[in-house]
């Protein structure tokens, strides 16, 4: 009887949390059909109430209008261009220090990684305007490689792939050492290819940042033929007004790539935060 007294109580607990996940998981899509919908829309049957789901006219225009009035294509190429780049750039340099402090041993190690690790503290905006006067110095404002230099390293890549490769033992490591492996072989062959759930979790979190940023390319892009795809969404609105149908157009483009680096990475992503102790 109690057997069954608590299965009866699990399926009923379990049928509750599935409708309350269910509930918040329709809660957040909601926002995307809306952005979907209305790329099809003009503005007034956006902000049209109640809310049309369904246009009764699907303006298809409206996507194409979007590449007739903006170069769409070459800051689509180049924001992708910056954010593979950048992604690429950040797994090799964050697992290499992550390496360096996790599995190798020298005087200072940790008190450096809290050093390192203390610049997560300062705002980037503290830093917005040396960080533009060094740049400029080099000479390489207003061109792609200012967006490298300045993201190419990330304090909180290393501390998540630092927490990661904490977890793989340290025997593996000391096995290959006694075997005669370098510690640039011992990453590369042992550790990194352990890391899968950390990098793919860096690589989302990366490209999402890359991906999205407006800030950045807005202070250092000047040429038209630089600019990213946020710019360029941006440029939709005047003072005049904002043509939203164009900018929601715009923006389900712009979703394609986020979207596909989600669904490949999803369950390496899941595993990799669960693992590494973060929470959002």
């Known amino acids: 009887m ?75 190429l180049n924001t992708l261009k910056l954010a593979v780049i950048v992604t690429v750039g950040q797994v090799i340099t964050c697992s ?27 705002p980037w905006h503290a830093i917005m305007i040396p960080q533009f006067l ?14 490298i230099l300045i993201n190419i390293f990330s304090a909180f890549g290393v501390f998540l792939l630092r927490q990661f490769m904490m977890g793989i033992p340290e025997e593996l490591s000391e096995a290959a050492r006694i075997d005669g492996a370098g510690e640039l072989k011992i990453y590369s062959q042992i550790v990194f290819p352990m ?37 360029g969404l941006a440029s939709f609105r005047t003072q005049y007004g904002s ?10 483009c712009a979703l394609i790539p986020m979207l596909l680096i989600f669904i490949v990475g999803q369950k390496y992503l899941v595993e990799g935060i669960a693992f590494s102790g973060l929470k959002g």
């Open 2 to 76: 109690m057997t069954k007294s608590y299965k009866t109580k699990t399926k009923v607990s379990n049928g509750i949390l599935f409708a309350v996940m269910l509930l918040l998981g329709i809660c957040m899509i909601i926002p995307f059909v809306w952005t979907l919908s209305s790329s099809f829309k003009n503005n007034n049957e956006i902000f049209a109430y109640p809310i049309k789901w369904i246009p009764e006219v699907f303006r298809w225009s409206n996507y194409a209008e979007v590449c007739e009035r903006i170069p769409f294509v070459t800051y689509y």
């Open 243 to 252: 043509e939203y149908g164009l900018i929601m157009a715009g923006t389900v």
């Open 96 to 122: 290499l220090a992550a390496y360096s402090f996790s599995k190798m041993q020298y005087p200072g190690r940790d008190k450096i990684f809290l050093c390192y690790l203390a610049t997560l503290m300062v």
């Open 134 to 147: 060094i740049i400029k110095t080099l000479g390489l404002n207003d061109s792609h490689w200012s967006l």
């Open 195 to 231: 890391c899968k759930p950390g990098l793919a979790t860096l690589v989302v979190f990366t490209f999402n940042f890359m991906w999205n940023d407006y800030m950045a390319p807005m202070i250092y892009l000047t040429s038209d033929k630089l600019r990213t795809i946020q710019i």
